[in-house]
């Protein structure tokens, strides 16, 4: 047995993960770690291993397994409810998986990038309109973030304060069970009442789209439809809106970087090579990967046993120093590399193509419009939340 899980973090360096996942790198790759629960998964800390697992139809993120483990109450909460469909059996992810590959194909993703660069004008417009010192969260990163996905859903704008702060109780490690159950069951019966009135009154959106071909089809519940929407909403802008304001601290703490990134930020292929290394060095989803073996397997030398449970930690796997030379740096002109950020394998994230389009619009727009951007307060002033699934803060004080 290693340690506590999650690992203590310094929060003097925030975007660096847990200093003891290098020691575990080097002489317990794959080890033991008690959950809040008390239950003991296998934690996964080297990007091969990682990579591997990831990729092996062996290990399942279905929540009704037993062994599966949660990282948190409000992840034990969603087993009373019903399962969004990354959380399902393979066979019901994989049909449910299928009605929403043309919805996020790259191709249509890239129509969005105009209404993107709008959005992203407009907030701008507003924020430089407003009182100064603000918060960057608060005046750019989640209204673009939110707009984004709630134009392409289908759901009205008025809702997203609401939903947000719904969504913040699920994503937190703090939530009790019960508020995080409350939380789910709201989200829940915000989304079967869309589902309720688009059945009635049909939309040409991603929405309207599914109850269309799916649900009036009758090949989609509409609690299965709603909990798929639920999970859309929720995947679908914070992880963005989190990797906005933290890529941001990062290139302001490092103004050389910052220079190198503006410079790379005309041409496509460098910019994208540039987003892929911010992903890397933050790596906002810090929350481990929920994994559970449904058979022995053999993982970097380690039996894993059908029935354990095993959490995939992306943010020290995209710091391995086998991988990513002098991984602890930020370094635009890195050679671009598989980095595990956006997840791999069958569970690769859902919505990657249209976070590459918000990055590469955000990132650019913010600091060609605002370039005496600065931090409005020190960095050990800046409030991080430190215990939720996302790397953020709950502010981001920002001045110009
Ligand atoms: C910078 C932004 C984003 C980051 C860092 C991110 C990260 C991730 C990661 C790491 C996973 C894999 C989870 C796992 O394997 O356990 C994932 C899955 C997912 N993401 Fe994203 N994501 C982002 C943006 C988005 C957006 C814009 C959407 C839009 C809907 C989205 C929807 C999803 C969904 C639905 C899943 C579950 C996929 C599945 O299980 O098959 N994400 N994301």
Not at 13 to 38: F, H, M, N, S
Request: aromatic share 6%; hydrophobic share 40%; glycine share 6%.
């Amino acid at each position: 047995m290693s340690d506590s899980y999650p690992l203590p973090k310094n929060w003097r360096c925030p975007l660096d993960p847990p200093a003891e996942y290098k020691r575990l790198r080097q002489e317990a790759p794959i080890t033991r770690v008690r959950a809040w629960d008390g239950s003991t998964p296998w934690l996964i800390t080297r990007y091969e291993d990682a990579y591997a697992a990831l990729g092996d139809p062996r290990l399942s993120m279905d929540f009704r397994l037993p062994g599966l483990p949660h990282t948190s109450p409000a992840s034990a909460a969603r087993l009373e409810r019903t399962l969004p469909f990354a959380f399902r059996s393979d066979s019901e992810y994989r049909v449910q998986r299928a009605m929403l590959v043309q919805e996020f194909s790259p191709r249509r993703m890239e129509t969005l990038r105009p209404r993107i660069q709008s959005i992203v004008d407009e907030t701008l417009d507003t924020m430089l309109a407003g009182p100064r010192p603000t918060d960057l969260m608060a005046a750019f990163a989640l209204p673009v973030a939110i707009r984004v996905i709630c134009e392409l859903l289908g759901v009205s704008h008025d809702d997203h304060v609401h939903l947000h702060n719904l969504s913040c109780t699920i994503g937190s490690r703090d939530s009790p069970k019960e508020a995080a159950g409350q939380a789910l069951d709201e989200m829940e019966r915000y989304f079967e009442r869309l589902v309720d009135e688009t059945m009635r009154n049909p939309s040409d959106t991603l929405v309207g789209r599914v109850v269309a071909e799916h649900v009036l089809k009758g090949a989609l519940s509409p609690q299965d439809a709603a909990a798929m929407f639920q999970m859309l909403f929720h995947a679908g802008h914070g992880p963005t809106a989190y990797m906005v304001c933290m890529g941001t601290l990062a290139l302001l703490l490092d103004p050389a970087q910052l220079g190198e990134f503006l410079a790379v930020a005309d041409d496509p292929r460098q910019l994208s090579a540039a987003i892929q290394e911010l992903l890397r060095y933050v790596t906002v989803s810090h929350s481990g990967r929920q994994r559970v073996a449904t058979e022995d397997i053999t993982l970097g030398g380690q039996l894993i046993r059908a029935g354990e449970g095993v959490i995939v930690q992306i943010d020290s796997a995209n710091r391995d120093e086998t991988v990513f030379p002098d991984p602890d740096r930020l370094d635009i002109h890195r050679t671009p590399h598989r980095n595990l950020a956006l997840g791999h394998g069958i569970h690769l994230c859902t919505g990657r193509a249209l976070a590459f389009i918000e990055l590469e619009v955000m990132f650019p727009t913010l600091f060609r419009r605002v370039p005496t951007l600065r931090l409005a307060v020190p960095l050990e002033d800046i409030p991080f939340k430190q215990n939720d699934n996302l790397l953020g803060a709950h502010e981001m004080p920002v001045t110009w």
